[in-house]
């Protein structure tokens, strides 16, 4: 394979303590990195750099590891517009804004969804982006969440079976029957698709014991679970998703001080989606009590049509520092290896031996730009798996 190195970066930042200056981040200043292929093979000083096939010269600018959105329902089709205005117009959100979406997703096309699909990864792209979850949850029907997984399915590995995304408006007057037909037929089509399943645990949507038996039935079929937890008022979700050792427990906004010392104490990371707090005028979650009580935190986008319409995570690191008492340092991390932790990887989000050459370079001297600059594209390069995408 050609190797390659990157120098003359201004800012590395590595995510390993071990290469840098023993900061969660591992910075190094005047740095180099070396590719070989997919995959980084060397991080450090520049004096001290390999040899390597191809010369690239980062032009004194900061090198961040490619952000990991871990959050976001991309397949769906039609906007909502309308709902978002009258919202800051006044009116409150609900979880029931979702059928909306489901109406129009149901009408589209394969070939609609799927160009919808990768508009909105292109956008995220260019603004660093290398590696996203997304979710099924606006068909509600064994064919339309099954097609919604097979398209996601072709663009990333990161594919989760959201079939109790609500109640489907087929089942209204029958809860009980739509939580059969998602561990049951639906399942049986949607899981050869993911590879997780999640649950919005929340009124209006599933409840505790709704929840268990969903998640259940998905991990018993290898799906591994993780769960919209505690977005709109205090519940079960979080006690849950530790409690399966889910990878993640999404939201986090309403948090007993149980829930957070069970989050402390257990595996599952605590992703934070302040694009949705921005987007509904609601509480944000307290980033500061998660990050002191020792608990990792993601930050990810949540990108939807009706809630957090935005594909941006530099958008969301800046409202992470400036409304969720996070540190531009905690923030960037949150949203690189934070995001890897949220998926259980240890391939990406960080630049170290081994791990795949995803990264962003920026039009800045430093990553505290991202917050220091909001709503700027500082973005200028994006690397994926060794080679230069945007």
Known sequence: ????????????VTNDPALGDGSPLGIVEDAALVLDGERVVWAGSAAGAPDADVRVDAGGRAVIPGFVDSHSHLVFAGDRTAEFNARMSGQAYAAGGIRTTVAATRAASDADLERNLTRYLDEALRQGTTTFETKSGYGLTTHDEARALRIAAAHTDEVTYLGAHIVSPDFADDPA?????????????????????DVFCEKGAFDGDQARAILTAGMAKGLHPRVHANQLSYGPGVQLAVELDAASADHCTHLTDADVDALANGNTVATLLPGAEFSTRAEWPDARRLLDAGVTVALSTDCNPGSSFTSSVPFCIALAVRDMRMTPDEALWSATAGGAAALRR?????????????????????????????????????????????
């Open 1 to 12: 394979m050609t190797t390659t190195v990157v120098t003359n970066i201004g800012r590395l």
């Open 177 to 197: 029957g739509y939580v059969a037909l998602v561990t049951g037929e639906m399942l049986d089509a949607c899981a050869p698709h993911a590879r997780w399943v």
């Open 346 to 390: 240890t391939d990406i989000g960080r630049l170290a031996p081994g791990a795949y050459a995803d990264f962003a370079l920026l039009d800045a001297p430093s990553h505290v730009h991202l917050a220091y600059r909001p709503g700027v594209p500082l973005v200028t390069e994006v690397w994926k798996r060794g080679s230069r995408m945007v």
